[in-house]
Protein backbone atom coordinates (compact mmCIF):
# COMPACT_ATOMS: atom_id res chain seq x y z
CA UNK A 1 0.00 0.00 0.00
CA UNK A 2 0.98 3.42 -0.87
CA UNK A 3 1.61 6.03 2.06
CA UNK A 4 -0.87 8.26 0.97
CA UNK A 5 -3.14 5.46 1.01
CA UNK A 6 -2.30 4.11 4.58
CA UNK A 7 -2.63 8.38 5.49
CA UNK A 8 -6.36 8.51 4.30
CA UNK A 9 -7.08 4.43 5.84
CA UNK A 10 -5.68 5.76 9.22
CA UNK A 11 -7.69 9.25 8.96
CA UNK A 12 -11.09 7.12 8.06
CA UNK A 13 -10.24 4.73 11.14
CA UNK A 14 -9.85 7.66 13.43
CA UNK A 15 -13.18 9.49 12.44
CA UNK A 16 -15.11 6.16 12.84
CA UNK A 17 -13.68 5.71 16.22
CA UNK A 18 -13.80 9.08 17.42
CA UNK A 19 -17.93 9.16 15.79
CA UNK A 20 -18.96 5.78 17.85
CA UNK A 21 -17.01 7.18 20.62
CA UNK A 22 -19.07 10.51 21.18
CA UNK A 23 -21.98 8.04 20.16
CA UNK A 24 -21.55 5.91 22.97
CA UNK A 25 -20.87 9.20 26.08
CA UNK A 26 -23.99 10.70 24.48
CA UNK A 27 -26.11 7.74 24.92
CA UNK A 28 -24.29 6.68 28.54
CA UNK A 29 -25.12 10.44 30.01
CA UNK A 30 -28.47 10.87 28.26
CA UNK A 31 -30.37 11.08 31.17
CA UNK A 32 -27.83 12.58 33.47
CA UNK A 33 -27.35 15.99 30.79
CA UNK A 34 -29.63 17.47 28.19
CA UNK A 35 -27.01 16.29 25.67
CA UNK A 36 -29.09 15.68 22.53
CA UNK A 37 -26.41 14.57 19.36
CA UNK A 38 -24.48 17.49 20.43
CA UNK A 39 -21.43 15.26 20.50
CA UNK A 40 -21.91 13.64 17.53
CA UNK A 41 -21.94 16.96 15.43
CA UNK A 42 -19.17 18.37 17.37
CA UNK A 43 -16.80 14.86 16.61
CA UNK A 44 -18.05 15.09 13.14
CA UNK A 45 -16.65 18.70 13.01
CA UNK A 46 -13.30 17.14 14.47
CA UNK A 47 -12.96 15.00 11.98
CA UNK A 48 -13.32 17.32 9.12
CA UNK A 49 -11.07 19.89 10.42
CA UNK A 50 -8.00 16.93 10.78
CA UNK A 51 -8.85 15.15 7.82
CA UNK A 52 -10.78 17.35 5.45
CA UNK A 53 -14.26 16.23 4.10
CA UNK A 54 -13.33 13.58 1.84
CA UNK A 55 -14.32 11.56 5.46
CA UNK A 56 -18.00 12.56 4.95
CA UNK A 57 -19.12 9.04 3.85
CA UNK A 58 -17.01 7.55 6.96
CA UNK A 59 -19.06 10.04 9.18
CA UNK A 60 -22.37 8.84 7.99
CA UNK A 61 -21.33 5.26 7.76
CA UNK A 62 -20.53 5.73 11.49
CA UNK A 63 -23.50 7.40 12.48
CA UNK A 64 -25.35 5.02 10.78
CA UNK A 65 -23.56 2.41 12.83
CA UNK A 66 -23.91 4.08 16.59
CA UNK A 67 -27.19 4.40 15.76
CA UNK A 68 -27.76 0.50 15.14
CA UNK A 69 -25.81 0.08 18.34
CA UNK A 70 -27.32 2.19 20.72
CA UNK A 71 -30.69 3.51 19.50
CA UNK A 72 -33.13 0.14 20.83
CA UNK A 73 -36.20 0.87 19.15
CA UNK A 74 -37.42 2.06 15.98
CA UNK A 75 -33.60 2.03 14.35
CA UNK A 76 -34.18 3.08 11.27
CA UNK A 77 -37.32 5.80 10.64
CA UNK A 78 -37.39 9.18 9.09
CA UNK A 79 -36.10 10.65 12.42
CA UNK A 80 -33.05 8.70 12.30
CA UNK A 81 -32.51 9.48 8.31
CA UNK A 82 -32.80 13.42 9.28
CA UNK A 83 -30.09 12.50 12.13
CA UNK A 84 -27.78 11.08 10.22
CA UNK A 85 -28.30 14.10 7.35
CA UNK A 86 -28.25 16.81 9.90
CA UNK A 87 -24.58 15.13 11.89
CA UNK A 88 -22.84 15.20 8.61
CA UNK A 89 -23.61 17.98 6.42
CA UNK A 90 -24.46 20.73 8.88
CA UNK A 91 -20.27 20.69 10.14
CA UNK A 92 -19.66 20.58 6.57
CA UNK A 93 -21.83 23.36 5.65
CA UNK A 94 -20.30 25.26 8.77
CA UNK A 95 -16.66 24.16 7.74
CA UNK A 96 -17.43 25.37 3.65
CA UNK A 97 -18.59 28.67 5.15
CA UNK A 98 -15.79 28.98 7.29
CA UNK A 99 -13.46 28.62 5.02
CA UNK A 100 -14.42 30.56 2.33
CA UNK A 101 -13.33 33.56 4.67
CA UNK A 102 -9.68 34.58 4.10
CA UNK A 103 -9.54 34.34 8.20
CA UNK A 104 -10.25 31.17 8.57
CA UNK A 105 -7.08 28.90 7.42
CA UNK A 106 -6.85 25.27 9.01
CA UNK A 107 -3.17 24.90 6.93
CA UNK A 108 -1.89 23.31 10.41
CA UNK A 109 -4.14 22.69 13.75
CA UNK A 110 -1.20 24.85 15.65
CA UNK A 111 -2.33 27.72 13.52
CA UNK A 112 -6.04 27.62 14.43
CA UNK A 113 -7.06 29.77 17.32
CA UNK A 114 -9.85 30.15 20.17
CA UNK A 115 -11.69 32.93 18.18
CA UNK A 116 -11.28 31.04 15.00
CA UNK A 117 -12.92 27.41 16.71
CA UNK A 118 -15.95 29.42 18.37
CA UNK A 119 -17.21 31.18 15.35
CA UNK A 120 -16.97 27.85 13.97
CA UNK A 121 -18.95 26.32 16.81
CA UNK A 122 -21.66 28.83 16.15
CA UNK A 123 -22.06 28.09 12.28
CA UNK A 124 -21.93 24.51 13.04
CA UNK A 125 -24.84 25.03 15.81
CA UNK A 126 -26.70 27.26 14.13
CA UNK A 127 -27.23 24.93 11.10
CA UNK A 128 -27.56 22.10 13.26
CA UNK A 129 -29.82 24.06 15.09
CA UNK A 130 -32.27 25.21 12.96
CA UNK A 131 -32.31 21.54 10.93
CA UNK A 132 -32.95 19.82 14.41
CA UNK A 133 -35.64 22.53 14.88
CA UNK A 134 -36.94 22.04 11.50
CA UNK A 135 -37.25 18.19 12.52
CA UNK A 136 -38.89 18.75 15.79
CA UNK A 137 -41.67 20.48 14.06
CA UNK A 138 -42.33 18.82 10.68
CA UNK A 139 -41.91 15.02 11.98
CA UNK A 140 -42.37 14.60 15.52
CA UNK A 141 -44.66 17.42 15.68
CA UNK A 142 -43.87 17.64 19.69
CA UNK A 143 -42.93 21.44 19.37
CA UNK A 144 -45.81 24.21 20.39
CA UNK A 145 -46.08 27.31 18.58
CA UNK A 146 -45.04 29.13 21.90
CA UNK A 147 -41.87 27.06 22.52
CA UNK A 148 -40.20 27.03 19.17
CA UNK A 149 -37.91 30.26 20.61
CA UNK A 150 -36.87 28.46 23.49
CA UNK A 151 -36.53 25.39 21.92
CA UNK A 152 -33.92 26.64 19.61
CA UNK A 153 -32.05 28.51 22.13
CA UNK A 154 -31.76 25.06 24.26
CA UNK A 155 -30.56 22.91 21.30
CA UNK A 156 -28.52 25.94 19.80
CA UNK A 157 -26.94 26.05 23.29
CA UNK A 158 -26.23 22.39 23.66
CA UNK A 159 -24.61 22.23 20.29
CA UNK A 160 -22.32 24.97 20.56
CA UNK A 161 -20.50 24.04 23.49
CA UNK A 162 -20.56 20.76 23.11
CA UNK A 163 -18.87 21.51 20.00
CA UNK A 164 -16.95 24.09 21.27
CA UNK A 165 -15.69 21.71 24.01
CA UNK A 166 -14.70 18.88 21.85
CA UNK A 167 -13.24 20.68 19.42
CA UNK A 168 -11.05 23.34 21.26
CA UNK A 169 -9.89 20.36 23.44
CA UNK A 170 -8.41 18.16 20.65
CA UNK A 171 -7.28 20.84 18.78
CA UNK A 172 -5.22 21.86 21.63
CA UNK A 173 -4.30 18.52 22.94
CA UNK A 174 -3.13 16.99 19.56
CA UNK A 175 0.31 19.55 19.53
CA UNK A 176 1.00 18.45 23.13
CA UNK A 177 1.35 15.00 21.88
CA UNK A 178 3.24 15.51 18.57
CA UNK A 179 5.63 17.86 20.91
CA UNK A 180 5.70 14.59 23.52
CA UNK A 181 6.23 12.27 20.85
CA UNK A 182 9.02 14.28 19.22
CA UNK A 183 11.23 15.57 22.44
CA UNK A 184 10.97 11.42 23.64
CA UNK A 185 12.72 10.53 20.25
CA UNK A 186 15.63 12.89 20.76
Known amino acids: MTSIFQKQLIGHGITFSIIVLFAYVTFLFKSQWEVNYDLVGGAALLS ?19 I ?46 FKQILLLSIVQATFCSIFKLSKSITITGNIERSDIANYFMHIFTVDALGTLAIVYFTIKIIPLFINLKSTQST
Open 48 to 66: YILFNLRVMPTVAVAIVVS
Open 68 to 113: LIFKQAGIFNIESVMFISICTIGPAIALYIMSSFKEFNISSIRSIS
